[in-house]
């Protein structure tokens, strides 16, 4: 394994060089920073350069750094005080390469040139042909030669001097710009042996200087990643290869021995010889990170001495054989193959055995809905109060109902907040650069102090940040949660098995996502931790994914179940089993569905999954991956089906429905929700009677309770299928009535005691405490009357397929009202066997008794009004107050 | 009927916007609107529209036939046919003023848009004005014109009475050979 040390906060190309008396290195990174380093007494000196910098080159007393503002900069070495730039360009300068007193600079817009860096006049010498952006350039000074990649698939050879093309080779692969190349081809000269070396896909062709013909060519064969540079060293023994997998190897230039391998996580992207120390050099990568490497062990190796004498037999050969070089490319191939026998066998296992246990990428933390951390202007948060956006070095809180807050701009300069969350009491940004946390309580009735800042210490980065109902937290670099008060009261800190991912929260409940040990090959493994503050509980479990892809968002839906989706589309949701366990499930294919209306996917804001209805609101992406600031997108709320099987069938969308009445329900006792569940039954029951499935038909019988019962009865009867009516009367009539006949007693006897649901007090069955909860909050909203579409009860929209049976529905549904409200559904065994339970732990815990009768007297009432009242749905979606 | 009246008529035609408040549903005598909820968007009539995005409560989500490939769509179709192609709205051009007036930051593209109803617009009025020359010249007693929009019947009435009624005029003295 590299040891790397990181340099650069930003991730992208780094490039490093060693000044030219080797006493201090230079790294420039993405963020826009040099830092010169000293190699003795390990000083570092920062020089503020640009946003970005993507090459430099070092000479005497200047610096030259291709930037992004499409110029090439000049600071003075080593202090880095800005001097006149020495050219223009529409692009940035994406390669440099320094001899001497020439300085080559190759550039995004297609260019090369040279000037002289001894010469005044600042003239320069081009070396046209190219057709895409410069990769690298590599000068061969003696032989007056400079060798040019470029994205348009060629390596090209020019003179220096005439400033003509002498060979051009159409042999690596095509892009149409850097950022996309497979490779960065890094291309290399042997001057011991008067090649080119240039890495094409995952080898290395090694082209003679004579005729510019292949003399021979270095392949791994367990290696089947793509190679982006090769650099020889200076004693002239070795050369490294990088692959883009962040594998490098120190192989034995004549013998192709492979004599050490590195493994890092990101790729090499760069690599300089120490010019004094020459068995050194040192390496950078794409995560802006660099590392020094020895090789010294590897030149002095016994087997090495034998490629010596085999290199001094290759020169002669070669020199014999000059006038048929055909023979002696055959020749060479037999040299090497016969080398490639003397590498031990163990070894190459052992090399193909570090390529496996290659640890898997794992993915960063994320704030749900926040876009691309990587764009300029970008969504912070968007949640059901409203949206944080960054643009311009600014952050924006906008608000969804103007008339709760107006919106709000902070200046984002010095301070560069990256992490935001909004709640209906405050605001909490973070920066995960500067560490600083601020939260703003808007609506705090001390208007003196409304905002705190705190800062992290020891090198603790903020990754993710939530704020729930009344704490906040913070997810760290460390693996630390820590929890605040929305004061800035330090709580707690709670400790994580591994990096974090992202974290939701539901008023008091906290979910945090985290990696934990490896998975299984080449898959990361997640695993959550389920918080709840007031009840103190903590709930640990992996979440499953589907293979190879990663989360992209995480939450809790309306009535606080937890979602989360995947990018390859999957959205599954954590279900509470009885026994207080998630049971995680899988509910729909959002990119998939997407796709069916002809858009690229849909960006996921939030889940409403009241009474049996599971509503997203989505942003609809058509082409793009993220949704743009501007125009303000458009918020649809979409209804899709579970990911059944055959959904374009009735009978699967039938089932969609049914499963997702018995999903998403917060109440079992409401009347519409059993008015829904009964005609979602019936109509299956008359889909199956349709099609001829009896069987199928009486199965469907046993999940209705006695009023669906009787309608499924007449229905048969009336529709011929006597055999069918009769078995359902003879075998489940009476057997339900028998059950909600118990049910009912067991009620009765248990509210004698303590009714029933003061089960809902008991925190140990949370399921029933979320419902009682959001009963509460629900009677605390205000009440209004929607004939909005989408909000609608969908059933009410479709018509009934057994339309002759529908007035009597009505008659039927009026007549079995007295048994409505204490009729529980199908599954009356199981509540049976709750209420024991809870039987059981109510006389234990009776101090509990009193805020229960408070609950139940709410609840109660707001049973009646939804029964007298159709009840509106939506105010857990809109902000209220 | 003038323009001012079709302006009126035209404001009672429905177009969604996207309110940034809440409030129940208000009751009018056209029929119900609402509720309004943060960030659903909702039909209402356009004179409301106009009002509530004066006062910053809203935006407006630009109509099917207002973005910029719809309208180069029509002005296309237009320039083919010899005749009116149909319009998405009897009231296509003054609905897109009162759009563009009232919220041009919600139509993207809204500049170009502008320029190419104008477009249409010219187009539209050359053929029109094509069309009753040809009337008058043939002298034939009526002509037929589908797909016209109410502004540019309203445009054409009171010139096309006086004018037909001094051809008429003008025929009655002319003694007939």
Known sequence: ?881 | MDIDEVQYLSENELISVVPNFKHPEINLIRGSVGPFLPLIPLQVPMWMAIHLKESHRCRFVCPEWLTLDSVQELLKQEQQQATFTSMPNPYVFILSQTIMNVALEDVPNGDQIRLLMKDLWDLRLAKLRSSIGNLALSGSLYAKVTHLTQVEICLIRNFLKTSLKHIAQLQDVVPEE
């Open chain 1, 1 to 881: 394994m590299l040891s790397v040390v990181s340099a650069h906060s930003i991730a992208g190309l780094t490039d490093v060089c060693y000044t030219k008396d080797g006493s201090h290195f230079l790294t420039c990174g993405q963020d826009g920073d040099i830092h010169v380093f000293d190699t003795k007494t390990d000083q570092i000196e920062h020089i503020r350069c640009a946003d970005q910098c993507f090459c430099l080159a070092v000479h005497e007393y200047h610096i030259f750094v291709g930037t992004n503002r499409n110029e090439l900069e000049v600071r003075s070495y080593p202090h880095g005080d800005s001097l006149p730039s020495l050219a223009h360009f529409t692009q940035p300068v994406s390669a440099l390469g320094l001899s001497n007193s020439l300085l080559f600079i190759g550039t995004k817009d297609f260019k090369v040139l040279m000037m002289n860096l001894n010469d005044d006049s600042n003239k320069f010498k081009y070396f046209d042909g190219h057709q895409a952006p410069i990769l690298s350039l590599n000068v061969y000074e003696e032989k007056r030669w400079i060798a040019t990649s470029c994205c348009d698939g060629s390596v090209r050879i020019f003179n220096i001097d005439k400033q003509n093309l002498i060979k051009q080779l159409n042999i690596i692969h095509k892009s149409n710009d850097i950022e996309t190349a497979s490779s960065l081809v890094k291309i290399d000269w042997d001057k011991n042996d008067q090649t080119l070396a240039i890495p094409v896909k995952n080898t290395v062709h090694f082209y003679e200087t004579d005729k510019w013909t292949r003399k021979k060519t270095y392949e791994n064969d367990s290696m089947d990643q793509i190679i982006n540079l090769i650099s020889f060293s200076l004693c002239g023994t070795l050369f490294i290869v990088s692959y883009v997998n962040g594998q490098i190897s120190i192989v034995n230039r004549l013998t192709f021995d492979i004599c050490m391998i590195y493994s890092s996580k990101d790729a090499v992207c760069s690599l300089a010889w120490n010019p004094t120390q020459t068995n050194r050099f040192t390496c950078s990568t794409m995560a802006g990170e660099y590392a020094h490497v020895d090789i010294s062990e590897y030149i002095s190796k016994p087997t090495s001495t034998l490629k010596e004498e085999n290199e001094v037999e290759n020169m002669t050969t070669m020199s014999e054989d000059n006038e048929s070089k055909s023979e002696s490319l055959l020749d060479d191939d037999e040299v090497i193959k016969e080398d490639k026998e003397i590498i031990p066998k163990w070894f190459e296992r052992a090399s193909s055995m570090i390529n496996e246990t290659k640890t898997v990428e794992l993915q960063e933390s994320f704030q749900s809905t926040s876009t691309s951390k990587y764009l300029e202007s970008r969504y912070l948060l968007w949640n059901n109060i409203g949206a944080i956006t960054c643009y311009n070095e600014q952050i924006q809180i906008a608000f969804h109902d103007v008339s709760y807050h107006h919106s709000i701009t902070i200046d984002n300069k010095t301070d560069k907040y990256d992490l935001g969350d909004l709640s209906l009491s405050a605001i909490l940004l973070a920066s995960s650069q500067t560490g600083k946390l601020l939260c703003i309580l808007y609506q705090s009735w001390d208007s003196n102090m409304r905002q705190w800042t705190i800062n992290t210490e020891n090198n603790d980065k903020i990754e993710n940040i939530n704020l729930s109902e009344d704490f906040i937290s913070i997810g760290t670099s460390q693996r630390l949660i820590r929890l605040f008060s929305l004061s800035g009261i330090q709580q707690r800190i709670i400790r994580l098995q591994g990096p974090i991912i992202s974290m939701s929260s539901y008023q008091n409940q906290l979910w945090i996502i985290h990696h934990s040990t490896q998975g299984l090959p080449k898959e990361q493994a997640i695993s959550y931790v389920y918080l709840d503050i007031e009840n103190d509980s903590y709930l640990t479990g992996s979440l499953p994914l589907t293979p190879k892809t990663k989360l992209i968002w995480i939450g809790f839906s309306d009535s606080g179940k937890c979602f989360y989706l995947e990018k390859s589309g999957y959205l599954s949701m954590l279900r509470r089993t009885k026994g207080n366990q998630f049971e995680p499930s899988l509910i729909c294919n959002l990119k998939q569905e997407a796709e069916k209306n002809n858009l690229a996917n849909y960006w996921l804001l939030g889940v409403n999954d009241f009474d049996g209805k599971f509503l997203l609101r989505v942003i609809e992406l058509r082409g793009q991956s993220f949704p743009d600031l501007v125009p303000w997108p458009l918020v649809s709320i979409v209804s899709l089906p579970l990911s059944l099987y055959e959904i374009n069938t009735e009978k699967s969308q039938l089932e969609s429905d049914y499963l997702k009445i018995k999903l998403f329900n917060s109440s079992t006792d409401n009347e519409e929700y059993l008015n829904n569940e009964r005609q979602c039954l019936i109509k299956m029951f008359a889909l199956s009677c349709k099609l001829n499935r009896e069987y199928r038909a009486f199965e469907i019988c046993q999940l209705m309770d006695s009023t669906a019962l009787q309608l499924a009865i007449k229905y048969s009867t009336k529709s011929g299928k006597l055999t069918l009516a009769q078995k359902i009367i003879d075998e489940l009539v009476d057997q339900k009535k028998d059950e909600e006949q118990t049910e009912k007693e067991i009620k009765y006897s248990s509210s004698e005691i303590i009714p029933p649901s003061l089960i809902a007090s008991s925190s140990l069955s949370s399921t029933i405490s979320f419902s009682s909860t959001f009963e509460e909050i629900k009677s605390k909203r205000a009440k209004v009357e929607t004939t909005n579409a989408p909000f609608n009860n969908p059933f009410r929209k479709k018509k009934l397929i057994n339309i002759p049976n529908e007035t009597s529905t009505n008659d039927e549904f009026s007549q079995w009202k007295p048994s409505i409200n204490t009729t529980r559904l199908s599954s009356t065994n199981k509540t049976t066997v709750q209420t024991d339970v809870h039987n059981e732990i109510t006389t234990e815990n009776e101090d509990n008794s009193l805020n229960a009768k408070r609950k139940i007297d709410e609840t109660e009432n707001i049973n009646e009004e939804t029964t007298k009242n159709k009840r509106n749905r939506l105010q857990q979606f809109a902000c209220n107050r």
